[in-house]
């Protein structure tokens, strides 16, 4: 189960949770409004689900835990249950308000994250980390307001179950002091959790921990993104990181990035509210995500600033996500009732132009109901969205030497043209010079680069991107060595109808386009591409990436290989 995934469907919605701590807090005097009613609603209808993964075999070592979706006990979907129902207990509104058998689930489950967590204070991540000192941060997201959320329950016989918790707690900071990280964003979710453990147990440990990682600096660029350019997955997680801090330590600056960030992000939205992921360099990369995991982010901003675009994007994810979607997010305003207040007024989103992020080797442009983005370092390096209708990706590859995928280390702006290219040489190798030959005729001890070359053959690929009313004109150029076969793909996601195209005999999911023109629908949105080109039917060719499972049109041909293709 994805420990950063709000899963929207039966038990899984409580068990990944992703909650960050928050501030100290008090019984509440202000009155929840209606869409915070609906939240709370939503968890209490999941407290049924919880039951299929508890362990209730008494002679298992993980007695009281929860299991994930494929039957293994782990501290994430504990942590993740004990969140959910220490907040329920902590409502009014509530069924399971001061519910003392919940209460009990909780504490079988408490003792069982403490047999999860090892004796330096870490628990792992059995997908692939093993004393995991940043994912302890990451259930710390959990178990810090499932502590508050209980106390502020007033339960009567939980004081085991916070002991518990405490326990827990503090055997966690011991981890979070000294524990290294793997990536970037795991600095700052070990700070949050840091800020939000100092603030229950005050430890200049854990300030002077949190002040080492800060020294490093934020890795925000000047286009506004992060290192890791993750917009489904860790984007949103180091702004809600960096929010805590700011708040806990009294640090304002810090939301200087998360502004950045959260600006920047208004120009990498989908006319449908899906945000844009090709660019990423983590396992998001090319998933489907709308902007649920930015709602607290752009709530928070826009109130504290007044800010009318944020209060618009808010709106926006509000439309265009689910109710269970952003109810993954009750912690946070359960905790800060400053959020519940109404947002500013809108002030318009940018929805029409065409705009370069060089840092991140992105080209975004948007004419309102369509838009499309361009990529470097990306062998699917154009993306077309108009509405639902989606071409998720673009590619083009010959069959030159193995090695004839194009991508493009760069994108250069010329005038209203978006140009990428690449060039290859495919030599052949002389014999080695005589006093380099090894007496055993071993042919890894004579290497190909000490190797005169000869008959190098050379392949240039040149394509141009540019806008027509209403859509994008691509025109490709591949030349140099001659009759080299070409396979170019226009890849849709699945859940359309194609119209104009004939289907590929050997291939399933597979179309070639024979036609003048083709078209994809997808309800009522339908993108349009033409002219076609099919001189032969060989779409998947050595050394190119494996055909995706999509539906794929190909266009095909031989070097000299130029063509304009039009999308609409």
């Known amino acids: 189960m994805n420990r950063r995934t709000f899963v929207t469907t039966g038990v899984s919605t409580l068990c990944a949770m992703p909650v960050l701590g928050f501030q100290l807090f ?21 407290v049924p689900n919880y039951k299929p993964l508890k362990v209730t075999d008494i002679n298992h070592r993980y007695v009281g835990g929860y299991m994930n979706d494929v039957e293994i006990p782990n501290p994430h979907s504990t942590a993740g249950i004990i969140a959910a129902s220490c907040m329920l207990m902590s409502c009014p509104e509530s069924a399971y308000y001061q519910s003392k058998e919940l209460l009990k689930e909780v504490e079988s489950a408490a003792w069982c994250m403490l047999k999860f967590q090892h004796t330096d204070g870490t628990i792992d991540l059995l997908d692939t980390n093993f004393h995991s000192t940043p994912d302890t941060g990451f259930i710390l997201e959990n178990i810090v307001p499932a502590y508050k959320f209980l106390k502020l329950a007033n339960v009567k016989g939980s004081e085991t179950t916070l002991e518990l918790l405490k326990t827990f707690l ?58 890791e350019k993750s917009t489904n997955s860790y984007s949103p997680i180091v ?30 939205v989908h006319p449908n509210g899906e945000v844009v992921t090709e660019a990423s360099n983590r396992q998001d990369k090319g998933t489907i995500g709308n902007m649920a995991k930015y709602y607290y982010c752009y709530r928070y901003m826009a109130l504290l600033d007044n800010n009318g675009e944020m209060a618009a994007m808010c709106r926006l994810i509000e439309n265009t996500s689910t109710k269970n979607q952003l109810a993954g997010y009750l912690d946070y305003f359960l905790e800060d009732p400053n959020l519940w207040k109404e947002l500013p007024a809108s002030k318009a989103l940018p929805t029409n132009y065409a705009k370069a992020f060089p840092y991140s080797g992105v080209v975004r442009i948007r004419r309102e109901n369509w838009d499309a983005t361009i990529l470097s370092n990306n062998a699917s390096w154009l993306t077309f969205h108009k509405g639902n209708a989606i071409l998720q990706a673009m590619r083009v590859a010959a069959s030159f030497f193995g090695k004839g995928q194009f991508d493009s280390v760069k994108i250069e702006q010329q005038g ?45 690929t040149i394509v141009k991107i540019s806008e027509v009313n209403n859509g994008l004109q691509i025109d490709i150029d591949m030349s140099g060595t001659e ?58 060719l050595r050394g190119a990436l494996p055909a995706m499972d999509a539906p794929t049109v190909y266009l095909t041909g031989f070097t000299p290989f130029k063509h304009t293709i039009t999308l609409k």
Not at 495 to 519: I, M, R
Not at 530 to 536: C, F, L, N, V
């Open 416 to 460: 209203n043209v978006w140009v990428l290219q690449k060039s290859l040489e495919g030599p052949y190798y002389q014999p080695i010079a005589k006093e380099q030959i090894v007496a055993d005729g071993d042919w890894d001890k004579m290497p190909r680069a000490n190797r005169p070359q000869s008959e190098i053959q050379k392949m240039e």
């Open 483 to 540: 009759g080299v076969p070409v396979s170019f793909e226009l890849i849709f996601r699945a859940g359309g109808t194609f119209s104009g195209v004939t289907k590929h005999p050997k291939k399933d999911n597979a179309y070639l386009l024979t036609s003048e023109s083709g078209s994809y629908t997808v309800n009522t949105d339908t993108i349009q591409f033409s002219p076609g080109k099919a001189e032969h039917k060989g779409s998947q």
């Open 170 to 227: 503090k055997n966690a900071g011991e981890a979070l002091t000294v524990g290294g990280i793997h990536t970037p964003n795991h600095r700052w979710v070990v700070s949050a959790a840091l800020t939000k453990l100092n603030e229950l147990f005050p430890d200049p440990r854990y300030v002077n921990r949190i002040e080492q990682w800060l020294a490093e600096h934020i890795d925000i660029d000047a286009d506004g993104q992060y290192n």
């Open 26 to 46: 008090e019984k509440y005097t202000t009155a929840k409004p209606a869409w915070l009613l609906e939240w709370i609603k939503i968890y209490d209808q999941n």
């Open 239 to 268: 702004n809600r990181s960096l929010i805590i801090i700011a708040k806990g330590l009294n640090k304002p600056e810090l939301l200087e990035p998360v502004r950045k960030n959260l600006m920047m992000t208004f120009y990498y």
